[in-house]
């Protein structure tokens, strides 16, 4: 059965980008239900590109199961193709994909130049360890993590 998201996607696209989107979508298990941005807010506000609201869990374990040792990969192209319906002018700053869970509402931004790596520890990573989010990656320490939820731990440690 395909795991079904609610897609938001703040640029302005053809009708074969449309279709073009929804089939991405379709090659990664999804039936994504497409809308567009109001053409009334400005677009420079909007720091992402497309938010899927999408149940999480189900959604990594179907890309497992569906395709195993390449599940990553297949994320990592299908993210790759989205960022490239648009891409910015050089003036503009770069915009980020997030994906909702549609149960607990976290949030995960995936930046356009994420290494493989960070899809393969995405596939596996345990959301029931996160309270809050954004979660996103960080290029530095190579591991996926909640800002917000360390600050709430380191103020929840006792102090010495």
């Not at 319906?85 to 995936?110: C, Y």
Request: hydrophobic share 45%.
């Amino acid at each position: 059965m395909p795991v079904c998201a609610n897609v938001l996607f703040a640029s302005d696209l053809s009708d074969e980008g449309v279709a073009q989107l929804i089939e991405d979508f379709q090659s990664v298990g999804v039936t994504a239900e497409l809308r567009q941005v109001s053409p009334r807010r400005a677009l420079a506000e909007i720091a992402w590109l497309a938010l899927a609201v999408i149940p999480l869990k189900p959604f990594f374990d179907q890309l497992a199961n569906d395709f195993a040792d390449d599940a990553y990969q297949r994320l990592k192209t299908f993210i790759a193709k989205l960022f490239r319906l648009h891409r910015p002018p050089p003036t503009e700053p770069p915009r980020v994909l997030l994906l909702q869970d549609s149960t607990t509402g976290i949030q995960v931004v995936l930046e356009p130049d994420l290494p493989a790596r960070a899809y393969q520890q995405l596939l596996s990573f345990d959301f029931a360890t996160l309270r809050r989010g954004p979660l996103h990656y960080d290029q530095h320490r190579h591991r996926w993590r909640s800002e917000l939820d360390e600050a709430d731990n380191a103020t929840s440690l006792p102090h010495a």
